[in-house]
């Protein structure tokens, strides 16, 4: 290692990286060098880079073979680190980081720490973040602002961010650029080197980057922190879709399947544990299986042989329509513990913009879709999600989209107003709609989807439904709230011990995005005796 403060032109090595290229400081100087760890001095800071994100590298989808490590484990070091200390996470975005928060509780809390809602006592606190859209990156670069306050009153605190916005080049180099207090920045791709990263940043005191651009490898057995009654479970990592607006892919890596057997062990032993509910989660559940090359297994067969485990109820997301092929059809009718729901993301109803997404179907394909899922599954309910003010959407394109949503009958749908991210092909193309004309098609769009939810609201009624009992109502503690096999909430007014049971709910009264209904005694007495 060499200790001296050179210019970052001086780094000649082969073995150690100049990443001067993706920071503007030109008064960088390099402290210390060593075989996977640069470490400079920018603004009276030290800052040790291990690796930053490279929106090249991550988009290179090689061929090399996907490794499963089975090792997982705190070094011996870390295993006390965090005794009498405590932790905060803050996650924003989809289901994968909530999934990818419970697995950083889970190292936080084999290393000592314990969770903590209060901010002041907290000597840790991450940012799980998400990169999807533009106002969910202005929150976390808002409440980073708000966390600069706390790191001057307890200098001793560890601030992290980790999530998607950590891939992004732009990203980091805003945070080293007007957030130097943060102490610390990994990836998606390397969540279980927090202990050894968590080290480095406690022990010198430098700002730790460490994000890794692409990966093919899967970790298993590592912590999980679950609560409640209902569990994720990650069957696939990554996305090779590349839709042109969409930043997941570069944040994400390279589509990788956890082996069959790894995710039905896991699934069996959450039954065991007593959950409730598991939802298998990917960015494309559809894609699983196909980067396998030793064994012809796909989403189809593992949905089979997960409809065999004695969990009440299964549910996945997210599916693309393009690979949601007729034997997960064929498999998804039996029903059983699989649920009659299916998100399924149209994105758009115009073959043009359908096109300039790289979505890869056109509408009629994917009502086709719909058609034969329908047909096998009358009682399904669908969900989607739709961007508005694409670049270049005309009305006449929107109205497609619109007449869609009508022809399919939703229940319910994510709906967005596209934004650009930065990398992604949309972000270059021209987008001329004015701020206003989206704004008016997103509450047009939603005022159709708000007609059919209502509708097949309606339609419940003096329907009895299975309900998984969630919890207490958000609004009103006398009233509990629970899910239907559809996945629609339900409110009825009854004892807190069925939380986390089955039980019959009559429905009595529908609105748009509230149903209520009265809990059948005898059905839940014979269920819970069961
Ligand atoms: N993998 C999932 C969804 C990932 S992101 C899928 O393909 O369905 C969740 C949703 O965010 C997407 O379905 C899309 O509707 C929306 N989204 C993604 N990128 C966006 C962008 N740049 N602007 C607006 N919405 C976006
Ligand atoms: Fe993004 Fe498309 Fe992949 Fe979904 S399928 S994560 S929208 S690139
Ligand atoms: Fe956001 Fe990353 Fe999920 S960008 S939507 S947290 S995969």
């Not at 073979?65 to 006390?80: A, L, T």
């Not at 990156?137 to 560890?158: A, C, M, T, W, Y």
């Not at 498999?331 to 513990?337: D, F, P, Q, R, T």
């Amino acid at each position: 290692m060499t200790k001296e403060s050179r210019n970052t032109s001086d780094l000649k090595s082969d073995k150690v990286k100049d990443y001067s290229k993706y920071f503007d400081f030109s008064d960088a100087k390099v402290v210390s060098q060593e075989e996977g760890k640069t470490t400079y001095r920018i603004k009276g800071r030290n800052i040790q880079i291990n690796s930053q994100p490279d929106f090249k590298e991550g988009k290179r989808r090689g061929k090399e073979s996907i490794e499963v490590h089975y090792d997982f484990g705190i070094p011996q070091d870390m295993k006390e680190f965090g005794k009498g200390r405590f932790y905060q996470i803050v996650t924003y975005g989809c289901q994968m980081n909530e999934h990818d928060t419970e697995t950083i509780k889970g190292m936080l809390e084999q290393m000592g720490y314990q969770s903590t809602d209060d901010r002041k006592v907290a000597d840790i606190i991450l940012l799980n973040t998400c990169a999807v859209r533009e106002n969910a990156e202005d929150k976390v670069f808002g409440e980073l602002g708000h966390l600069k306050h706390l790191k001057i009153e307890k200098p001793s605190l560890i601030l992290g961010v980790c999530g998607c916005m950590s891939q992004e080049e732009g990203v980091v180099n805003r945070i080293m650029t007007k957030h130097p207090f943060v102490d610390l920045i990994f990836g998606t791709h390397n969540i279980h080197r927090l202990p050894v990263l968590l080290k480095d940043a406690s022990f010198n005191r430098e700002m730790v980057i460490e994000v890794w651009s692409k990966e093919g490898n899967i970790i298993e057995n590592m912590p999980k922190k679950r609560e409640g009654i209902k569990a994720w479970v990650n069957i696939m990592y990554g996305c090779d879709k590349f839709c042109t607006y969409c930043i997941v892919p570069y944040t994400r890596g390279k589509e990788r399947s956890r082996r069959p057997e790894d995710v039905i062990a896991e699934v069996r032993d959450l039954a065991r544990q007593g959950f409730k509910e598991i939802m298998l989660l990917g960015q494309n559940v559809n894609a699983y299986g196909k980067d396998f090359e030793d064994i012809e297994y796909r989403f189809g067969d593992l949905m089979a042989d997960v409809s065999k485990i004695d969990i009440p109820r299964v549910r996945f997301t997210t599916s693309h329509p393009r690979d949601f092929d007729d034997h997960l059809i064929e498999v998804l009718a039996k029903k059983g513990n699989l649920m009659e729901h299916i998100h399924l993301p149209v994105q758009s109803g115009s073959n043009e913009i359908l096109k300039r997404m790289s979505r890869k179907y056109t509408r009629e394909l994917y009502l086709e879709l719909v058609g034969k899922i329908k047909a096998v599954m009358p009682d399904v309910v669908l969900t989607t999600d739709i961007i508005v003010g694409f670049p270049g959407e005309t009305d006449e394109q929107f109205e497609d989209t619109l007449a869609l949503v009508r022809e399919v009958g939703y229940d319910s749908a994510y709906t967005f107003i596209y934004s650009p991210r930065e990398g992604t092909p949309a972000a270059d193309m021209k987008d001329d709609i004015p701020a206003e004309v989206k704004k008016q098609r997103l509450y047009r769009l939603n005022d159709t989807l708000n007609e059919y939810s209502k509708a097949s609201n309606d339609r419940l009624k003096g329907q009895t439904l299975e309900v998984l009992v969630e919890g207490e109502s958000k609004n009103n503690e006398q009233v509990l709230a629970g899910r239907s096999r559809t996945n629609k909430l339900v409110h009825f007014e009854g004892p807190k011990e069925l939380i986390g049971q089955f039980v019959q709910v009559r429905i009595t009264e529908t609105q748009t995005f509230y149903i209520k209904g009265e809990w059948i005694h005898e059905t839940v007495s014979l269920q819970l005796g069961s």
